[in-house]
T-cell receptor, first 111, second 111 residues
Framework: QKEVEQNSGPLSVPEGAIASLNCTYS??????FFWYRQYSGKSPELIMS????GDKEDGRFTAQLNKASQYVSLLIRDSQPSDSATYLC???????????FGKGTRLHILP | DVKVTQSSRYLVKRTGEKVFLECVQD?????MFWYRQDPGLGLRLIYF???????EKGDIPEGYSVSREKKERFSLILESASTNQTSMYLC??????????FGSGTRLTVV
């Protein structure tokens, strides 16, 4: 059973600090990795994608991928109250186009 | 600029009714998916389709069927609605490797 694991949280981070969200996956052949943000009552929104080892930065967001350790992370710098949401890690399987989602980490930014 | 449209935001149906959930995408994506999302269970894949008239079962297809007669439209059918199908239903479409774009979701209540 291919799995994507995330700590459910809630993760509480002071406003202005760095929020660090982590994810591990079981399928070593996975090739594509995504982070989605989901506000309460809303649908998931893609915020970052990463395909190769290392870091990828987009504004205040940095995605980090380590395929050897089967580990993906999302860093949010200068956290804002509007970043409070559930963050879903998703992993694209090797052989087809399905994405496996983790159950998400609830992030709460403390004003 | 809405890209994936789900026909209803909220829906209330009676037990035993046949229910149709419609999803339309305007991005010319080959792949379309139906998920349900429940607290604590995350996103669970019901059915997906890689092409017109093609469909494959996801992780929880029981009690559901789908139809894809045109590339842009993917319909989810609850043959005989039951209370345990009360959930948030999310449609998504994708191209290979990019990740999913979700519709706004349909919150279905079966009474």
């Amino acid at each position: 059973q291919k799995e994507v694991e995330q700590n459910s949280g809630p993760l509480s981070v002071p406003e202005g600090a760095i929020a660090s969200l982590n994810c591990t996956y079981s399928d070593r052949g996975s090739q594509s990795f995504f982070w989605y943000r989901q506000y309460s009552g809303k649908s998931p929104e893609l915020i970052m994608s990463i395909y190769s080892n290392g870091d990828k930065e987009d504004g205040r967001f940095t995605a980090q991928l380590n395929k050897a350790s089967q580990y993906v992370s999302l860093l949010i710098r200068d956290s804002q109250p509007s970043d409070s949401a559930t963050y879903l890690c998703a992993v694209g399987l090797n052989r087809d186009d399905k994405i496996i989602f983790g159950k998400g980490t609830r992030l709460h930014i403390l004003p | 600029d809405v890209k994936v449209t789900q026909s209803s935001r909220y829906l209330v149906k009676r037990t035993g009714e046949k229910v149709f959930l419609e999803c339309v995408q305007d991005m010319d994506h080959e792949n379309m998916f139906w998920y349900r999302q429940d607290p604590g269970l995350g996103l669970r894949l019901i059915y997906f389709s890689y092409d017109v008239k093609m469909k494959e079962k996801g992780d929880i297809p029981e009690g559901y069927s789908v139809s894809r007669e045109k590339k842009e439209r993917f319909s989810l059918i609850l043959e005989s609605a039951s209370t345990n199908q009360t959930s948030m239903y999310l449609c998504a479409s994708s191209t290979r490797t990019y990740g999913y774009t979700f519709g706004s979701g349909t919150r279905l209540t079966v009474v």
